[in-house]
Every structure is written in C-alpha cells, then in structure tokens.
C-alpha cells in the first residue's frame, strides 16, 4: 500500500528483540514522529495504511504503534475511536500468539472481537471500504483466533510469519 517505505528489520517481540522506540538499537529509534491527522482523513492517511501494511505482514507491535496515534485523534467520533481500539486489540493478539501467550492472546482477541460488535451497530461503511470488510466480519476472524489459535512457523531470517489467515484490504472477500 505505501511502496515508498520500508519494513522494519525485525518484527518486536518483548525481550526477544531491542524495543523499537526506546532502546538505541531498536528499528524506530528516534524516527520522526507520526503527522497528525483530522478523524474525518484517519481511514486514508498515511498512518493507518502503513499500519495495515505493517499488520498484514507480521509486524503486529509496529502496527499498533502506527495506529494508536489515530486511536488517540479520534476523541470526538465514538464510532472511529472504537474501530482503532479494535485494531489496536487485534494487533496485540498478534504480538501475543508470535510470543506464544495464547491466553493473553484469547483475552485481546475476544476483546477485539466486542468492539468491532460495538462498531457493526454504527453506519461502517467508511470501515468496510478503508478494510475491504464489515467489522462483523472482523469480529468474526478476531473470535476464529479464540477458538483456532495459530499454528506458528519458524520465521524466515527479518522476515515475520503472519498469523491471521486474512488479511486487510480493500476488495479483499475473507
């Protein structure tokens, strides 16, 4: 989605890797921070599309990281505020199933799952058109990761393993 950037050189797992931001080693050590967006341009800034880039190649904390500054900016619509919080869940579901937390994983997973079912009673078609599907359906993929836990492959060297068996883009019929 943003060919104009890079992935990073590993995907973050706590204690596994050097933290991202805070640690000098780490692969956005004082990278520039995210621009700020109005709520009403979030679906098609820059920052959720790489974050989605992010997520549906493995990189599960990075994703989070990308969008939680929109989480943050959409104090005033509800119904965006809690579409993000429900990425932002789901993405920790999958930094949680990589460090082989399944518990953890099931609780973020579950809780990813309400939201988007908080956000399916709100009009969704900017989310269906930003995702390529209704955040029922996504409610529905985040409960199948409760209820199938990923099976996890060694990873190929600075190349994650995707966990979800979907993926998020528009046009895409998971």
Same mark, same amino acid.
């Given at each position: 989605?943003?060919?104009?950037?890079? =992935?990073?050189?590993?995907?973050?797992?706590?204690?596994?890797?050097?933290?991202?931001?805070?640690?000098?080693?780490? !692969?956005?050590?004082? *990278?520039?921070?995210?621009?700020?967006? %109005?709520?009403?341009? $979030?679906?098609? $800034?820059?920052?959720? /599309?790489?974050?989605?880039?992010?997520?549906?190649?493995?990189?599960?904390?990075?994703?989070?990281?990308?969008?939680?500054?929109?989480? !943050?900016?959409?104090?005033?619509?509800?119904?965006? /505020?809690?579409? =993000?919080?429900?990425?932002?869940?789901?993405?920790?579901?999958?930094?949680?199933? /990589?460090?082989?937390?399944?518990?953890?994983? %099931?609780? !973020?997973?579950? /809780?990813?799952?309400?939201?988007?079912?908080?956000?399916? *009673?709100?009009?969704?078609?900017? =989310?269906?058109? +930003?995702?390529?599907?209704?955040?029922?359906?996504?409610?529905? !993929?985040?409960? +199948?990761?409760?209820?199938?836990? %990923?099976?996890?492959?060694?990873?190929?060297?600075?190349?994650?393993?995707?966990?979800?068996? =979907?993926?998020? %883009?528009?046009?895409?019929?998971?």
């Amino acid at each position: 989605m943003l060919p104009e950037k890079n =992935f990073p050189g590993y995907a973050y797992l706590p204690g596994k890797h050097p933290h991202p931001v805070r640690d000098p080693l780490g !692969h956005s050590y004082q *990278s520039d921070p995210v621009a700020v967006v %109005a709520v009403e341009e $979030s679906l098609s $800034s820059k920052g959720f /599309r790489w974050g989605v880039d992010l997520f549906n190649h493995g990189y599960y904390w990075e994703a989070h990281e990308a969008w939680e500054p929109l989480w !943050h900016a959409a104090k005033r619509s509800t119904q965006h /505020r809690l579409f =993000f919080k429900g990425l932002i869940l789901l993405a920790a579901a999958g930094v949680k199933i /990589r460090e082989g937390k399944r518990v953890a994983a %099931a609780r !973020h997973a579950a /809780r990813a799952a309400a939201v988007f079912r908080q956000v399916t *009673s709100l009009p969704s078609r900017p =989310f269906e058109d +930003a995702l390529g599907m209704t955040p029922a359906a996504l409610a529905v !993929h985040a409960e +199948a990761t409760v209820t199938s836990p %990923a099976v996890l492959r060694e990873p190929m060297l600075g190349q994650p393993d995707p966990v979800f068996d =979907f993926i998020l %883009a528009p046009g895409y019929e998971g």
